[in-house]
């Protein structure tokens, strides 16, 4: 079974909001499951838990593994990378957001308001997409090549 590009970026989006994702080996089939314990406890029981169901059926399969979210180290390096992408005023106004207390929170805030937004969200996809290709790799998944 070969993993589509479609597949790729619809998986790398469930991660980028938070979601697991459960990718069974044999089939190719993958689940998105929010694992957090405080969105169940917001939710109410966890016997009105949204994503029970899914958690059944990736509990049944015999062959698979999971893609969590991408780790705050490769998301910082990644906001790095793409100042190399954009003006040299705006390069500064990256560097100097890095290197504040929360460099998440003011880069967002500075990409938000500026012309570069767009272009932010499809940078951040092409490296999400490009992590979920190396996780599906190291898991022995094959990718459909491009025609």
């Keep these: ?9 619809e998986i790398a989006e469930y991660l980028e909001i938070g979601q697991t994702v459960y990718v069974n080996k044999d089939t190719g089939e993958y689940i998105p499951i929010v694992e ?5 406890d917001y939710m109410g029981d966890e016997e009105e ?3 029970a169901e899914d ?3 990736v509990e049944s399969w015999e062959n698979y593994f999971s893609i969590g979210k ?5 998301g910082f390096k990644i906001m790095e990378a793409f100042a190399s992408v954009v003006d040299d005023a ?12 929360k460099p998440f929170a003011h880069f967002k805030d500075l990409v938000e308001s500026s012309d570069y937004r767009q272009q932010w969200f499809d940078f951040r996809q092409r490296k999400y997409n490009e992590y979920v290709i ?14």
């Design 1 to 9: 079974m070969k993993i589509t590009k479609h597949q790729i970026h």
């Design 36 to 40: 957090n314990d405080d969105f169940i």
């Design 49 to 51: 838990n949204p994503w």
């Design 55 to 57: 958690q059944r059926t």
């Design 70 to 74: 991408m780790p705050s180290h490769e």
């Design 90 to 101: 705006f390069r500064v106004k990256i560097g100097n957001a890095l290197t504040r207390r």
């Design 134 to 147: 190396d996780e599906l790799e190291a898991n022995d998944m094959k990718i459909e090549k491009e025609v």
